[in-house]
C-alpha cells in the first residue's frame, strides 16, 4: 500500500525568508503523481504544485517549487520569499495516474507552517 | 475558473434532524468526491462518483447517504448523526479519477 509521510508537524519561517516543507512516500508503482496542498485558516484545500512522476524536471509555480527525487521517493516544497498569506497546512499527497475514480488521493499528516513578520 | 462551490458554510443539527449538503462545479469535471476532516487532520474519502455512478464507499454508515443527480452536482443527505460525525465536510472535483482534485471551501457541519 501507498503510504505518504510528513516528518514535520510545525515549521515556522521569517517574512521574505525561504523554507523547505518535507515529503518522502512509499509505492511500487512507476506512473503517479504528486501534490501539495495548501489549506489556510479560512479552510479552503488549494493547489499549490503538481508533478507527475515521468518528468525529470523539478515543477515550479512562481515563489514554488519543489525537489523531486524519485530514486529516493523524496517530494520537497520550497517557499521563496515567504509571505503572511503563505501560513497554512501543507499536505503532501499521492496518486497514481491509472485506475480511474477508483484512484484514492493519499494524502500526508500535514505541515503547520506559520510566518513570522 | 477551478470553482468548486458548497453550501451551507456552516450547519448545526440536532441528532433527529435530517439536512443534505450540496456541492456544485461547472468545469465539466466528470469525478466528484466527498471528504470529512477533522481540525489538523489530512481528509478522509468517504465517497466517489464516476460519471454519476457512485465508485467508492469508504464504509462510510448508512446515516450518510450520497447522491450524484447529474454531472454537476453532488449531494451528502445527513440522517440520525452522532457528535462525533462533526467535522468539516470538503467536496472536491477532477476532471478525470486520474487528474488533480479541486477542492470547494467545505461545510463546517455540528451536531449537537
Same mark, same amino acid.
Given at each position: ?15 521574505? +525568508? ?34 507527475? #512522476? ?17 530514486? #529516493?521517493? &523524496? ?7 515567504? !509571505? =503572511? ?10 496518486? %497514481? ?18 510566518? !513570522?513578520? | ?8 458554510? /456552516? ?6 434532524? %435530517? ?6 462545479? /461547472?468545469?465539466? /469535471? ?7 476532516? %477533522?481540525?489538523? %487532520?489530512?481528509?478522509? =474519502? ?7 455512478? =457512485? ?20 449531494? =451528502? /443527505? ?7 460525525? &462533526? ?12 487528474? +488533480? ?12
Amino acid at each position: 500500500a501507498q503510504t505518504v509521510t510528513q516528518s514535520q508537524p510545525e515549521m515556522s519561517v521569517q517574512e521574505a +525568508e525561504t523554507v523547505t516543507l518535507s515529503c518522502t512516500y512509499d509505492t511500487s508503482e512507476s506512473d503517479y503523481y504528486l501534490f501539495w496542498y495548501k489549506q489556510p485558516p479560512s479552510r479552503q484545500m488549494i493547489l499549490v504544485i503538481r508533478q507527475e #512522476a515521468y518528468k525529470q524536471q523539478n515543477a515550479t509555480e512562481n515563489r514554488f517549487s519543489v525537489n523531486f527525487q524519485k530514486a #529516493a521517493k &523524496s517530494f520537497s516544497l520550497k517557499i521563496s520569499d515567504s !509571505q =503572511l498569506g503563505d501560513a497554512a497546512m501543507y499536505f503532501c499527497a499521492y496518486r %497514481k495516474n491509472y485506475g480511474g475514480a477508483t484512484n484514492k488521493l493519499i494524502f500526508g499528516t500535514g505541515t503547520l507552517l506559520a510566518v !513570522q513578520p | 475558473d477551478t470553482e468548486v462551490t458548497q453550501t451551507p458554510k /456552516h450547519l448545526v443539527m440536532g441528532m433527529t434532524n %435530517k439536512k443534505s449538503l450540496k456541492c456544485e462545479q /461547472h468545469m465539466g /469535471h466528470r469525478a466528484m468526491y466527498w471528504y470529512k476532516q %477533522k481540525a489538523k %487532520k489530512p481528509p478522509e =474519502l468517504m465517497f466517489v462518483y464516476s460519471y454519476e455512478k =457512485l465508485s467508492i464507499n469508504e464504509s462510510v454508515p448508512s446515516r450518510f447517504s450520497p447522491e450524484c443527480p447529474n454531472s454537476s452536482l453532488l449531494n =451528502l /443527505h445527513l440522517h440520525a448523526l452522532q457528535p462525533e460525525d &462533526s467535522a468539516l465536510y470538503l467536496c472536491a472535483s477532477s476532471l478525470a479519477g486520474s487528474y +488533480e482534485q479541486y477542492f470547494g471551501p467545505g461545510t463546517r457541519l455540528t451536531v449537537t
